[in-house]
């Protein structure tokens, strides 16, 4: 269990740029996530996959935010025109998918920053 | 909704001291608490979870959580705190309210900040 692997840890864009994220969720867990963080916040939630199904996006994922999970396995995110609120660490988690009580582990991270 | 609240911001505590974070929960129907741990610019860690069962729950790095069904709390606490204690923690919820995403819905953090 190598756990949840994000990359890249960092990346730091101009302003109206396109960024793309990838995650590796544990093996063999159907559920993915992704959620944002801004500092002193707790974690945002963005979006849910359940293999390759993205079932539920927040409203906080506007029309620049795109996220994929095409063979049930990686995820990507890509933001696109990006802004300086986009600014943020974007973590990415997955959970076995049976049992709401499962426990959802997280990855490192990515940080994002728009200047 | 689903919610969770931490009251406190910050809290500060002597090493070997024992600690308490606190958090308050609002669920409708079974609640399906959990705590996480981050440390600076890292992802959060799982510390422990509350499902069903013993209202204490034991976890990771010595820690446990007191479930109170009529306070509605889920406070975290650890007999005595270590500097590399030092960190920023989260209570978190489970959506149970419907749906199949059942994703995690998060207080606002206690930084927990240790002396020596």
């Known amino acids: 269990d190598t756990g949840v692997s994000q990359d890249p840890r960092h990346k730091i864009t101009k302003r109206g740029q396109n960024v793309t994220f990838r995650c590796d969720p544990i093996?063999?867990?159907?559920?993915l996530y992704w959620y944002r963080q801004t500092l002193g916040q707790g974690p945002e939630f963005l979006t849910y996959?359940?293999?390759?199904?993205?079932?539920?996006k927040s409203r906080l994922l506007s029309d620049r935010f795109s996220a994929e999970r095409p063979k049930g396995s990686f995820s990507t995110l890509e933001i696109q025109r990006t802004e300086q609120g986009d600014s943020a660490m974007y973590l990415c988690a997955s959970s076995p998918n049976e049992g709401v009580g499962n426990t959802i582990y997280f990855g490192e991270g990515s940080w994002l920053t728009v200047v | 909704a689903q919610s969770v609240a931490q009251p406190e911001d910050q809290v500060n505590v002597a090493e070997g001291n024992p600690l308490t974070v606190k958090c308050t929960y609002s669920?409708?129907?079974?609640?399906?608490l959990f705590w996480y741990v981050q440390y600076p610019n890292r992802g959060l860690q799982f510390l422990l979870k509350y499902i069903t069962g013993d209202n204490l729950v034991k976890g990771s790095y010595g820690f446990e959580a007191e479930f109170n069904k009529s306070q509605t709390s889920f406070h975290l606490k650890k007999p005595s705190a270590l500097v590399s204690d030092s960190a920023l923690y989260f209570c978190a919820v489970r959506d149970n309210a419907g749906g199949a995403t059942n994703k995690l819905i998060f207080g606002t953090g206690t930084l927990l900040a240790v002396q020596p």
């Open positions: 996959f359940q293999n390759e199904a993205q079932l539920e």
């Open positions: 669920v409708s129907g079974n609640p399906y």
């Open positions: 093996s063999e867990h159907n559920r």
